[in-house]
């Protein structure tokens, strides 16, 4: 789901967007991500790749400290439902919940991002 490999020092955005029940959509690559165009901003680029990876527009976001300066992790529960988002031909969508992260098919880096995140006080938060 990454629209161009990560290089090291640009900027990019990842988006974590979770059900009801606190898992979290990934196609085979991990959750949405990309690097940014010349001049767009985060948060317009977090918008297009969700948009061009689900077919969804997301109404709100939420950044997620998580330490990369250049990389920038939005978050969102707007619990979509997967048959009527609308993926890229090739792109298997699917949720994964917190206990499968160690399990699940998924490049180190996205494994390790989905771990930070389901630990952290912004994950807990949504659920109190």
Not at 37 to 56: C, I
Not at 77 to 95: F, I, N, S
């Amino acid at each position: 789901m990454s629209e161009t490999q990560p290089e090291p020092g640009r900027p990019r955005v990842t988006v974590l967007a979770l059900d009801r029940w606190g898992s979290v959509l990934v196609g085979d690559s991990g959750p949405p991500s990309a690097v940014l165009r010349e001049g767009e901003s985060a948060d317009a680029g977090a918008l297009r790749v969700f948009e061009q990876t689900t077919g969804a527009l997301l109404e709100e976001l939420h950044l997620f400290r998580d330490g990369e300066a250049s990389h920038h992790v939005y978050y969102c529960d707007p619990d979509l439902v997967l048959e009527e988002l609308e993926a890229p031909a090739g792109t298997v969508l699917r949720y994964v919940a917190p206990v499968e992260i160690d399990v699940v098919s998924l490049p180190d880096e996205a494994r390790a991002l989905l771990a930070r995140f389901v630990v952290s006080s912004a994950y807990r938060a949504l659920f109190h």
